[in-house]
């Protein structure tokens, strides 16, 4: 078996594009096959080395990594399109001395007002074959004599093309409606459904798979197969992945691309496996299941073609899944460049601060969706406004209950006098001394410390939370982190506020 996916590098890789990748590679990878990389740059206007670049290294982070083509090498390159233009030449003229193909000579003026007149006429547009029998010897004239014709395919008339599509069943379409199309420009650029053939078939593929918006072009590339006596490949198209209100998922729906959902800080295997899922189930009721794995269980025909809906909350909960199996380690490189941002890392860490950021982050991070969500997990760490909390009208009434009051000037009180507390055995003994000493127990001790020592109602359990400040708050300006007040200081200003 042997596969492709072939991009044209126009633009980011969409989502949808990114799941045709993955289930070719998933399909490679199942029977052991061969995946390639091919790059599709015909559109010479619009296609980009810098899309090209961000295409590969977002297959790479995918995990999507290719056998042969681009980078990879292999014996049936080039494998860009636009450094393969002599050998479509070549093809081309093997195709004009059968007759398969012909020289048109029509203007773009002269091909506009067909199309219009058979608009105007309730018939769809379609070549009226004006060139189609022109004098051989006429043509050679005339190609001499400077024009630059386009070449197109001879279509057969009264004919039916059909295939069966390994997703959709038995497909056809009838010639009728088929006008002969360019397939090189006056330029000598191969049309797509040109080139996608002489590509397919010389690089042995035997499975082509991709979105249905093809599926219109298999029978025109059916007959160019044709043309050349080739035997076509198995098609399979996969039905397109849809916004939540069913329109093709597109920019107004918000990120669509592979970089956005990896610039949001989504894992790549997170977003891998939810791919997978769209339009295609592993079975078993499992559905959160590594790459190789899913290959393991892929089959083409199982894939569903119902259009698939893009669902983020479902991306997120498999992205929590693979928060929690991530190692620290790694957790904290990839959460790095959101902390920078957020200004709460401020140079390389040191040592010191790379091992704090690595008890801290894990804990927190199986709370958030994704790692661009954790500064806003942290920011409690780092932005402690003891007035402005109590500004808040909840947490001014909770503060000033009565036994509230007490915990808070006894917690005040006794962390002012104790070692910090960087452990969460220093934390439980200080928060029982106070209890002990107020009274309080329960919520009532503890959501009061909470308030005490960060100003907020709700957040991170305070057996991590407390250790992280006073360890943090013990960092010096080198090590990298934004300064972070200890437990000491938020409480006698919380205090001071809670007197003024
Ligand atoms: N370059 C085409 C695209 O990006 C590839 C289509 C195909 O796989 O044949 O849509």
Redesign the pocket.
């Known amino acids: 078996m042997r596969v ?5 590098p126009t633009g980011h890789l969409h989502v949808g ?1 990114a799941r ?1 990748a993955l289930f070719n590679w998933l399909l490679a990878r199942h029977a052991g096959g061969t995946y390639i990389l091919r790059v ?1 740059d015909t559109d010479r206007e619009r296609s980009t080395a810098a899309s090209e670049a961000a295409i590969k290294d977002d297959l790479r982070w995918l995990g999507l990594t290719w056998d042969e083509g681009i980078d990879a090498g292999g014996d049936v390159g080039p494998y860009r399109q636009t450094e393969r233009l002599e050998l479509y030449a070549r093809h081309t003229q093997q195709l004009l001395e059968t007759g398969h193909a012909y020289h048109c000579f029509c203007t773009p003026e002269q091909l506009e007002a067909e199309r219009q007149a058979a608009l105007a006429a309730g018939a769809p547009p379609k070549y009226a074959g004006t060139c189609r029998a022109l004098d051989r010897a006429d043509v050679a004239r005339r190609i001499a004599a400077g024009a630059r014709p386009a070449v197109r395919l001879r279509v057969p008339s009264d004919r039916t093309v059909a295939f069966d599509d390994l997703v959709r069943g038995t497909v056809s379409f009838h010639t009728d409606v088929i006008g002969d199309p360019v397939i090189v420009r006056g330029d000598g650029i191969p049309a ?1 459904n040109y080139a ?1 053939v002489i590509d397919d078939a010389l690089m042995h593929i035997t499975h ?1 798979v ?2 249905e ?2 599926i219109s ?1 298999t029978p025109r590339q059916i007959l160019v197969y044709e043309a050349f006596g080739w035997t076509p490949p198995a098609f399979a198209h996969l039905s397109l992945v849809l916004g939540p209100d069913h329109a093709p998922l597109s920019k107004r729906h918000g990120a669509t691309s592979v970089a956005e959902f990896r610039a949001k800080g989504y894992l790549p295997e997170a977003l891998a496996n939810y791919l997978a899922l769209i339009g295609w189930s592993p079975g078993d009721g499992q559905e959160l299941l590594p790459l190789p794995e899913l290959a393991a269980r892929f089959d083409l025909s199982a894939v569903g073609h119902s259009a698939g809906v893009f669902d983020e909350a479902k991306l997120a909960w498999a992205n929590r899944h693979y928060l929690k199996l991530a190692p620290p380690e790694r957790l904290v490189a990839l959460s790095l460049p959101y902390l920078k941002t957020a200004g709460f890392v401020r140079a390389t860490p040191s040592a010191a601060l790379s091992a704090w950021l690595t008890l801290v982050v894990p804990p927190l991070a199986t709370s958030i969706d994704k790692l661009s969500d954790l500064p806003e997990r942290m920011r409690l760490l780092f932005a402690f406004d003891a007035a402005a909390a109590l500004a808040r009208p909840d947490v001014h009434a909770e503060a000033h209950e009565p036994l509230a009051l007490s915990v808070a000037r006894a917690f005040a009180e006794a962390v002012s006098g104790a070692p910090p507390l960087t452990t969460k055995e220093a934390f439980r003994a200080l928060a029982k001394q106070v209890g002990a000493a107020t009274g309080a127990k329960g919520k009532a001790l503890f959501h009061t410390i909470r308030l005490v020592c960060t100003g907020e109602p709700d957040g991170p359990e305070l057996d991590l939370l407390v250790p992280a400040i006073e360890q943090a708050a013990a960092f010096a300006p080198a090590d990298g982190l934004a300064p972070v007040m200890s437990c000491r200081d938020r409480a006698a200003a919380f205090v001071d506020a809670l007197s003024a």
Not at 4 to 8: D, G, L, N, Q
């Open positions: 492709r996916f072939a991009p044209s594009n045709t599709e797509y996608v082509v991709r979105g918006d093809h072009n």
